[in-house]
């Protein structure tokens, strides 16, 4: 069943809000699909969805990214050629980032093994609980204060760890981050940013894990021949999740800060009941 040009903008929405609120948006992709009437989304549609989230989301970190980067040049240059000295906090940050990308972009490709198990409602409604549970736990626990001069190489691997949970639909990528760096002694507001950093290459690992998906495809059984209103429909998704993102973004830079993410786990924990009621009614 192919979606109609409001449901491709609905899903979009959806996708993109879901992507940086930390409820799942694979979980929520799948719960609306199975409403809407499609089982799954195709791979073109998914790359289209997660290149809007990027998008957005670089657009929303474009000035921390080239600040990154050019403190990054800096520290490479031989200390007797600088004219002045990198940020030590930013190169900290990015020595920080490179170790917990790793073992999250490591889960994001085991994924692909066990796919086809994790798509069910009732698999998707534990996770569901389980990412509440990691939401919440933070705020059972002292707040901490630490940077990234503090953080050590383990507390990136949990990090790195947790965020590859988003790989499984039920749990986020962002709010898993965001969770074990204030339980590890970080803040909210670094941790929130570090977790913003790390959902772009998670972005880009799925638009990867998508274009594989498609080309796939097309050396299988075929393509089939696409239509031009096809990739309108796509491009409404990526408008919408374009859209969907740079409100989540939003909605999480004001609520994280000020109250924490915690909330959202009794959201979790709804989806998760919506979600099993859903299994048992369909």
Same mark, same amino acid.
């Given at each position: 069943?192919?979606?109609?040009? &409001?449901?491709?903008?609905?899903?979009?929405?959806?996708?993109?809000?879901?992507?940086?609120?930390?409820?799942?948006?694979?979980?929520h992709?799948?719960?609306?699909?199975?409403?809407?009437?499609?089982?799954?989304?195709?791979n073109?549609?998914?790359l289209?969805l997660? $290149?809007? =989230?990027?998008l957005?989301?670089?657009?929303?970190?474009?000035?921390?990214? #080239?600040?990154?980067?050019?403190?990054?040049?800096?520290?490479?240059?031989? *200390?007797?050629?600088?004219?002045r000295?990198?940020?030590?906090?930013?190169?900290?940050?990015?020595?920080?980032?490179?170790?917990? /990308? &790793?073992?999250?972009?490591?889960?994001?490709?085991?994924?692909?093994?066990?796919?086809?198990?994790t798509?069910?409602?009732?698999?998707?409604?534990?996770?569901?609980?389980?990412?509440?549970?990691?939401?919440?736990?933070?705020?059972?626990?002292?707040?901490?204060? *630490?940077n990234?001069?503090?953080?050590?190489?383990?507390? =990136?691997?949990?990090?790195?760890l947790a965020a590859?949970?988003?790989?499984?639909?039920?749990?986020?990528?962002?709010?898993?981050?965001?969770?074990v760096?204030?339980?590890?002694?970080?803040?909210?507001?670094r941790?929130?940013?570090? $977790?913003?950093?790390? /959902?772009?290459? #998670?972005?880009?690992?799925?638009?990867?894990?998508?274009?594989y998906?498609?080309?796939?495809?097309?050396?299988?059984?075929?393509l089939?021949?696409?239509?031009?209103?096809?990739?309108?429909? /796509?491009a409404?998704?990526?408008?919408?999740? &374009?859209a969907? =993102?740079?409100?989540?973004?939003?909605?999480?830079?004001?609520? #994280?800060v000020?109250?924490?993410i915690?909330?959202?786990?009794?959201?979790?924990?709804g $989806?998760?009941?919506?979600?099993?009621?859903?299994?048992?009614?369909?």
């Open positions: 069943m192919t979606l109609g040009y &409001w449901q491709s903008l609905l899903l979009g929405l959806v996708s993109g809000l879901t992507e940086f609120l930390p409820v799942s948006a694979p979980a992709r799948a719960l609306l699909l199975r409403l809407l009437g499609p089982d799954t989304a195709d073109i549609t998914l289209f997660h $290149a809007g =989230a990027l957005a989301l670089y657009q929303n970190l474009r000035g921390q990214l #080239a600040h990154l980067n050019r403190q990054r040049r800096l520290a490479a240059i031989p *200390k007797r050629r600088r004219k000295q990198p940020d030590h906090q930013s190169i900290m940050d990015l020595r920080l980032l490179k170790t917990a /990308c &790793w073992p999250m972009l490591a889960l994001f490709l085991l994924s692909t093994l066990v796919s086809r198990w798509g069910g409602l009732p698999f998707i409604s534990v996770m569901l609980i389980l990412n509440g549970i990691l939401l919440y736990l933070p705020s059972r626990l002292p707040a901490g204060n *630490k990234a001069h503090w953080m050590t190489r383990l507390d =990136a691997l949990l990090m790195g590859g949970l988003g790989a499984v639909p039920g749990f986020s990528t962002l709010g898993a981050a965001v969770s760096a204030q339980t590890r002694g970080a803040d909210k507001q941790s929130l940013s570090w $977790a913003l950093m790390m /959902c772009i290459p #998670a972005l880009i690992a799925w638009m990867a894990l998508d274009g998906g498609i080309l796939s495809t097309v050396m299988g059984p075929g089939g021949q696409l239509e031009l209103l096809f990739f309108l429909r /796509c409404l998704a990526m408008l919408g999740a &374009w969907g =993102a740079y409100l989540g973004i939003f909605t999480l830079r004001f609520l #994280a000020s109250m924490g915690s909330g959202f786990a009794y959201y979790s924990w $989806a998760a009941l919506f979600t099993f009621i859903l299994y048992l009614t369909t």
